[in-house]
């Protein structure tokens, strides 16, 4: 009790200046002779509040009777100076105090400065305060309505008018008031029942005219600010439609367009409009997928339930209102504490229950349940006496006097030569084609490298292979005209046998001459195959040639060790494309829609480009240009043709014959494509096929386009996207495969597009697609090409395809090119999907040194490694990570003979194979999102997920734990590789519960991966992984085999679909090259885990694993962006977007000053503090 006594003492004596001055002017309100008196103390206490922070302070702090002295005598005063003198002093308060609106109201401040105004409107000089006042005062919700009430609406409307050069300044605050008030909903009505947004277009017009000089563009901002607020409601939106409000905006943004200094007024103008442009319906029957898959079992609840049970008339694509109701939602409670939200910020999606959070070893099945996954692991009961075992020196490989190369991953300074091995110009089938299963005994073709003598050295042979395959083969190319006569490859009628060197399954026959593309350098492995293409004319294939690679880091490798160059620079080895076999694992593979197409780079396979491709720089104002295009439409309705020329919902619908119209297909493995309309005679609208057995996931696109003239820059534009941003937005372009280049020896999928944008467009999704929500928006990607070739077959992907037919090429390339005596490889089958796929499940080790006990032991006590792939069959980055990992481990590398002679891995590559096979973004064939199932998967609904989790089961409940757990997946919305892990200690820290989190013991072994991956690949990002557990994630693949299978390892693997902010690929946009690197380096990263976790090598160095430093304390925010539409894998990511991609949500984002420029925070770290760098796109 002494000390409070003490402290207001204390305060009393340093500003005993100002309580005294109170006090006087307290004792002198009552008595109107005093008006000498009261001005002169007024106007000392303004000069204290406007010189000392700390009077400011004392006069709000709480217990403080200053505000109710001042607004007393305020309001009995009838001397103007002491007026304009508490007046000042008010306003000078605002800033000291956040409450100040609260406080005005309590005190009774609103009626008074309302009235003061009312009684001096032309007192420009007294309205100038009370209108600063009621600005701060409106900012409060209650106060608003409160208000409005009052008839201060109308007031500011006797205020604000047409243009004049007096009282410019009057105005302008006037309409900052005004704008702040009609964020009422109450007031906002209020406005349009008085014609005031009529009004507010006619004043706008008017200083537009006149401001020549635009000295006034803020009060011209002032006057949009207003019209921004009152066309929140769905009232006002029709007011200012029916006010030709549109067609005026328009106009005068498009004047303003010229002047820079004006953008503020040109961002706001599109923000309005894109509020105010009337929703469309999608152009479909229904948004459900055009495809139907029954389902063995119908979920009791659920998305896919709902979407079961609604009624067929029903309109699942727009609701009778497309926006939310205008219901008054003004709370006359208080919302005091708005300010202090910020800092008081609480996520309640991370987990806080130490209990939840610690791992919980759960069988979850019996023992004798679990036996039935006995079978997958023979490799702990083998004795492998049947084997021809080898010693443990290496030796050469010799395969009936050819040379087999060893199949690794090129590092991504290496340029992947030899991978178009098998290219063709033309579909040619297999002759006597044999089925899958004699590939065993077979050698393919590409792999007759060369017949020259073996050298007994590994060294030697791989040197010979890298100089052979440096200098890549010629090819044949076809002209221009030709590619015309390419049409897709038919499944469907092709003759059981075909004549030797004849082309079969074509559906067009053309005789087209051929240009032979010449080539000097030598290429002794070429052979003339003799196929016969278009009309008879033989053609000779080989590798091609016409284009030269050269490698980055030559030089920097010589002087490495040869093992550390083996970890490090993987060389180039013999191509797992084989366009025959890939023909012949197609016919194998289910599809709903029954797909009798393949698509051209599927078949010609890809290769990484030899040159690097940047992340795009963003043009400025190209955002505003593409709305105000859209805007046009509603503007200049007839200059729209709105011409259907692609539907897979009427499989009646003819292609139209027109020259100049682009012909699309997307009926091929993995295609995504629904309808396209013609908008304009060279932009089109394309819609985007849900996921099947659902009504939205809409992101993944693969379709092909043909009939194109070059030179003519065509938009196209995906129309009903739903993730609130995109990398589309930070340099990111989609990506073309030309059939054309592919046959002038460039066959590689390439960023393409300029002008790429994406944001919010006037397409409404209906509350059925959004689980509830009315008033949504779907989303445009819009990017515009000019093809290079005439008539040329041209295919656009959302990233780099990987089809489940490649998987299984790859898989049986793979196992027919692997030496039995080094490496112990079986492909197994998990179990089939639901459409009748086998689930490929690999097994990878070393061959025991021999079958004495010994090494058998060995041999079995190996650690397993568990990784998995592509549950979610948007992220095709995944899968090319995956085709790293898995060549890596099959090479003849040392550093890979040594990783498999530590670990056994179990991989299942794929495990979504029917949503990758259909075109799903997201789900599987059961409509739900299969990372999301792991904890009761359904094995009727999820077998996948259900017998990987057995799996891992049983290695549980044999004791056979595996020292990691790593799903590779794919990332929108960020940048670099990351991974996100579990931590029971850095989860409780980020609850801002730090006794909690001291308390908590933990073994921070499941930051070395990440550490040591942050140290050697290049494409890894540190600063970006999380180790934090949310409730939104725990039914997900790493949180359950952490929690319930007890694997403290157990990670989320992400690679960007964007590119690189940081390390060696900073700005630039990342490929296949990179991803596979990123799957060998994972491998690299395995062999030092093992070492430094190894009881005789343990010693790990003190900076690998500095877990303090990396919790730095930092206010990063981990949210879960988890929502019905597309949940995320992901924290929150928290991204600034200034010309924003939403338009009309709840919580608008204004815009800034220089709104079109790229945002200052491009994406922020956000859980692993180890420094809080934000990098710039």
């Given amino acids: 009790m002494s000390k409070l006594k003490v402290v207001s003492e204390k305060s009393l004596t340093n500003n005993s200046r100002i309580v005294g001055l109170l006090a006087q002017l307290e ?96 007192n420009h000089r007294l309205v100038l305060p009370c209108l600063q006042l009621l600005r701060v005062y409106s900012a409060n919700s209650v106060n608003s309505v409160s208000l409005g009430k009052n008839g201060v609406v109308e007031l500011m409307f006797k205020i604000v008018g047409p243009f004049s050069k007096k ?294 042979l791989q040197q010979q292979l890298g ?49 032979v593309v010449t080539c000097t350098k030598a290429c002794p492995h070429v052979a003339a195959c003799g196929n016969v293409l278009f009309d008879g004319r033989a053609v000779q294939l080989g590798k091609l040639c016409c284009t030269s690679v050269e490698t980055e880091d030559d030089e920097d490798t010589e002087s490495m060790s040869s093992v550390e160059q083996a970890s490090v620079e993987v060389s180039d080895g013999p191509t797992l494309h084989d366009s025959d076999l890939y023909i012949e694992i197609v016919k194998n593979t289910k599809s709903v829609p029954e797909y009798s197409e393949v698509a051209y780079p599927d078949y010609f396979g890809h290769i990484p480009p030899p040159f690097k491709e940047p992340i795009l720089e963003r043009p400025y104002g190209v955002q505003r240009t593409k709305i105000a295009q859209d805007i046009e439409r509603l503007i200049h309705q007839s200059d729209i043709i709105d011409r259907v020329v692609y539907d897979l919902d009427n499989p009646n619908y003819t292609i139209p014959e027109e020259g100049d119209i682009l012909k699309f297909n997307s009926k091929f493995e993995s295609g995504n494509l629904r309808k396209v309309v013609q908008v304009r005679k060279n932009e089109y609208d394309l819609i985007l096929n849900s996921d099947i057995n659902s009504n939205h996931y809409h992101q993944w696109f693969y379709f092909e386009v043909s009939g194109m003239r070059p030179g003519v820059a065509y938009r196209f534009n995906i129309i009903n996207c739903e993730k609130s941003n995109s990398q589309f937005n930070y340099g990111m372009q989609p990506l073309m495969y030309s059939v054309q280049e592919a046959l002038n020896a460039r066959p590689w999928w390439t960023r393409v597009g300029t002008d790429i944008c994406y944001y919010k467009n006037h397409f409404s999704r209906s509350s059925v697609a959004t689980g509830g929500q009315k008033g949504k928006s779907y989303y445009t990607i819009t990017f515009t090409v000019n093809f290079p070739h005439k008539d040329d077959v041209c295919y656009f992907a959302y990233h780099y395809p990987y089809t489940y037919s490649t998987l299984q090429m790859h898989l049986q390339k793979l196992e027919s090119a692997h030496n039995p005596q080094q490496i112990y490889f079986r492909k197994d089958v998990l179990c089939e999907t639901l459409s009748g796929n086998s689930c490929p499940l690999v097994t990878i080790t070393a061959m025991p040194e021999s079958n004495y006990y010994e090494h058998i032991c060995q041999f079995r006590n190996r650690p397993y490694v568990f990784l ?34 530590c670990y056994i891995f179990k991989i299942v590559p794929m495990l979504n194979p029917d949503g990758v096979i259909n075109g799903n973004h997201r789900c599987s064939l059961s409509g739900e999102d299969l ?184 206010s990063c925010k981990v949210t879960s962006p988890t929502t019905y539409v597309l949940d995320e894998d992901e924290p929150r990511f928290l991204e600034e977007v200034d010309y924003s991609a939403e338009s009309n949500d709840e919580l608008d984002i204004e815009f800034a000053e220089n709104a079109d420029y790229e945002p200052s925070t491009q994406e922020e770290v956000l859980s692993d503090s180890e420094s809080s760098r934000t990098y710039l796109p």
Wanted: with cysteine; proline share 5%; net charge neutral.
């Fill in 467 to 515: 100089d052979q395959n440096r200098t890549i083969s010629s090819v044949h190319g076809l002209n221009n005209d030709i590619v015309k006569a390419l049409d897709r490859i038919t499944l469907q009628n092709i003759p059981s046998q075909t004549a030797p060197g004849f082309t079969a399954g074509m559906k067009k026959d053309y005789s087209l001459p051929l240009a």
């Fill in 868 to 901: 998995s792939a592509r549950v979610h069959p948007g992220e095709t980055n995944a899968s090319w990570v995956m085709k790293g990992t898995l060549e890596y481990l099959m090479s003849n590398n040392p550093t890979a003979q040594s990783l498999r002679e």
């Fill in 931 to 1114: 990372n999301r199932q792991w904890q009761s998967p359904n094995p009727d609904l999820h077998p996948t997920i259900y017998h990987a989790k057995g799996l891992l089961q049983y290695l549980a409940a044999v004791k056979r734990l595996p020292l990691v757990y790593c799903d590779y997946h794919g990332h929108s919305r960020k940048k670099n590789v990351f991974m996100y892990g579990c931590s029971i200690k850095e989860t409780v820290w980020h609850t801002n519960n730090n006794a909690a989190s001291c308390d908590v013991v933990e073994d921070v072994g499941y930051r070395t991966l990440p550490k040591i991956l942050s140290h050697i690949a290049p494409a890894f990002c540190m600063s970006s992984c999380s180790f934090v557990v949310e409730k939104s994630k725990e039914s997900t693949a790493r949180v359950v085999v952490w929690r319930e299978i007890g694997v403290q390892r157990s990670y989320t693997m992400e690679s960007t679909l964007c590119g690189c902010d940081q390390g060696k690929y900073k700005g630039l946009q990342i490929g296949t090259r990179e991803l596979e690197e990123m799957g060998a380096k994972f491998c690299v990263g395995l062999l030092r885990l093992k070492r430094l976790t190894s009881p005789l090598e343990y010693s790990m160095p003190s900076s690998l694993l500095d877990f303090e430093n990396d919790l730095i304390e930092s």
């Fill in 27 to 122: 004792k002198i309100s009552t008595e109107p002779t005093e008006s000498d008196t009261a001005r002169y103390v007024t106007s000392k206490i303004l000069h204290l509040a406007q010189s000392q922070e700390k009077t400011r302070r004392e006069m709000t702090a709480k217990g403080s009777t200053g505000m109710e002295v001042l607004l007393s005598t305020l309001e009995n005063t009838k001397d103007l100076q002491t007026t304009l003198n508490i007046l000042s002093i008010l306003v000078e308060l605002v800033s000291a105090d956040k409450k100040f609106g609260v406080k005005a109201r309590i005190n009774g401040a609103l009626n008074i400065t309302l009235n003061l105004v009312k009684q001096n409107l032309q």
């Fill in 167 to 460: 009282n410019s300044g009057l105005m302008k605050v006037a309409l900052d008031t005004l704008a702040a008030l009609l964020k009422s909903k109450t007031n906002a009505r209020r406005a349009v029942d008085r014609g005031y947004v009529q009004v507010l277009l006619t004043i706008y017009v008017d200083w537009h005219r006149h401001d020549n000089r635009h000295r006034n563009m803020l009060v011209r901002k002032g006057i949009l600010q207003s019209l921004k607020s009152v066309t929140n409601i769905k009232l006002g939106r029709k007011a200012f439609i029916d006010a030709n409000g549109m067609k005026i905006l328009y106009n005068t943004s498009q004047e303003c367009l010229a002047v820079r200094t004006l953008d503020p007024l040109v961002n706001i103008s599109s923000l309005i409009m894109r509020k105010c442009f009337p929703k469309n319906r999608l152009p479909l029957p229904t948004i459900k997928s055009s495809f139907h898959f029954q389902l063995p079992v119908i979920p009791a609840t659920g998305p896919v339930a709902q979407l079961y049970s609604l009624p067929p008339e029903v309109d699942d694509v727009v609701d009778e209102s497309d926006d939310n109701d205008d219901i008054d939602l003004e709370a006359e409670t208080e919302t005091e504490n708005e300010d202090d939200l910020d800092q008081n910020f609480k996520n309640d999606d991370i987990e806080t229950d130490i209990n939840k959070l610690k791992p919980q070893q759960e069988p979850g099945r019996t023992i004798e349940e679990l036996k039935m996954y006995e079978h997958l692991f023979p490799e702990l009961v083998d004795d492998f006496q049947d084997y021809d075992l080898i010693s443990r020196e290496p030796k050469p490989l010799v395969f009936e006097g050819k040379v087999r190369g060893p199949i690794v991953v090129p590092t991504a300074g290496e340029e992947a030569a030899g991978n178009s091995g098998n290219l063709r110009q033309g579909v040619v089938m297999k002759e006597n084609g044999s089925p899958l299963g004699d590939e065993g005994d077979k050698k393919p073709a590409f792999m007759d490298v060369a017949k020259e003598d073996i050298k007994e050295n590994d060294r030697t």
